[in-house]
């Protein structure tokens, strides 16, 4: 099983700055895609960046040029920078991967609990 523990949310003002982590754990042989998803009260959830095994990365266009993510594959941990926060920021943000726990096992999807970040103006 693949456990992901999301820290570094909370309450900012509009231009502020957040920096979420999500440091991967238990038994797992292999991950792939990681990635940020939100969702605000009311919405879907939606992705907000991902990141492939060889660094590639992807981002929703409502934050491009202000977030920034990014993988430290020793530590299992993927970070997402928060920069020029606006109120349509406010979210639960959800870490995302695909892994798989054997060399034989099927790749999966694993989530985080969420971390709460709110913006206010």
């Known amino acids: 099983q693949v456990q992901l523990v999301e820290s570094g949310g909370g309450l900012v003002q509009a231009g502020g700055s957040l920096r979420l982590s999500c440091a991967a754990s238990g038994r797992f042989f292999s991950i792939s895609t990681m990635a940020w998803y939100r969702q605000a009260p009311g919405m879907q959830r939606d992705l907000v960046a991902r990141v492939g095994s060889g660094d590639s990365t992807n981002y929703a266009d409502s934050v491009k040029g202000r977030f920034t993510i990014s993988r430290d594959n020793a530590k299992n941990t993927v970070y997402l920078q928060m920069n020029s926060l606006k109120p349509e920021d406010t979210a639960i943000y959800y870490c995302?991967?695909?892994?798989?726990?054997?060399?034989?096992?099927?790749?999966?999807?694993?989530w985080g609990q969420g971390t709460q970040v709110t913006v206010s103006s």
């Open positions: 995302y991967t695909y892994a798989k726990t054997g060399y034989t096992s099927s790749w999966s999807t694993y």
